[in-house]
């Protein structure tokens, strides 16, 4: 599976992106994506989960009520809606998958750069 993150870019708080997670390859194998942020100097953290097979949704609590995920089947895409932007946001945002419920990350993204001004 290959995955092709974008739509990061510059923005005031307060303000929306929506990134784009686009899967190719053995996307059948696919159980969830994720996606991963991670700001200048800290560890990579978990942002929200999509189950290919349902749409059932995950959040961190950071994100919780802002950001929501979702997926595309046709086009084997996830999304994610980000409002309410806030500083404290500013990372690379990732995308991985899974294959199964426990197993690892086994595919990532290269990552898109979402920058939050105050």
């Known amino acids: 599976v290959q995955l092709q993150a974008s739509g990061g870019g510059l923005v005031q708080a307060g303000g929306s992106l929506r990134l784009s997670c686009a899967a190719s390859g053995r996307t059948f194998s696919v159980y969830a994506m994720d996606w991963f942020r991670q700001a200048p100097g800290k560890e990579r953290e978990f942002a929200a989960s999509?189950?290919?097979?349902?749409?059932?949704?995950y959040y961190a609590d950071s994100v919780k009520g802002r950001f929501t995920v979702s997926r595309d089947n046709a086009k084997n895409t996830m999304y994610l809606q980000m409002n309410n932007l806030k500083p404290e946001d500013t990372a690379v945002y990732y995308c991985?998958?899974?294959?199964?419920?426990?197993?690892?990350?086994?595919?990532w993204g290269q990552g898109t750069l979402v920058t939050v001004s105050s």
């Open positions: 991985a998958t899974k294959g199964s419920e426990y197993a690892s990350y086994d595919y």
């Open positions: 999509i189950r290919w097979s349902d749409g059932r949704v």
